[in-house]
Nanobody, 119 residues
Framework: QVQLVDSGGGLVQAGGSLRLSCAASGRFLGSYTMGWFRQAPGKEREFVASIAWLGGNTYYADSVKGRFVISRDNAKNMVYLQMNSLKPEDTAVYYC????????????WGQGTQVTVSS
């Protein structure tokens, strides 16, 4: 089982930057892929980015490619989402999540952190 605590959200002007953090705890974290998702008001939750604990392979949604960077610190069991050139449409609650490398379903979720981008 994996426990996730995400943080780092806030209010920022368009064009600004924020870094989200996700503290992970549990056994065998190397068996997991970590992801960031977001959900805007009235919209479905959507995938943002993912990274494998081992190997560090990353994937991004087209909407954030070139602006967001996902990374992890294996020694600290931390996952980060650096968000640059933020747009008002990036406003959402952002969630850290984890799935087993052998499974496509994300089973573990953080509590979410609000990101608001003003125009």
């Amino acid at each position: 089982q994996v426990q996730l605590v995400d943080s780092g959200g806030g209010l920022v002007q368009a064009g600004g930057s924020l870094r989200l953090s996700c503290a992970a705890s549990g056994r065998f974290l190397g068996s997991y892929t970590m992801g960031w998702f977001r959900q805007a008001p009235g919209k479905e939750r959507e995938f943002v980015a993912s990274i494998a604990w081992l190997g560090g392979n990353t994937y991004y949604a087209d909407s954030v490619k070139g602006r967001f960077v996902i990374s992890r610190d294996n020694a600290k069991n931390m996952v980060y989402l650096q968000m640059n050139s933020l747009k008002p449409e990036d406003t959402a609650v952002y969630y850290c999540a984890a799935r087993l490398n052998t499974n496509s379903e994300y089973l573990y979720w953080g509590q979410g952190t609000q990101v608001t981008v003003s125009s």
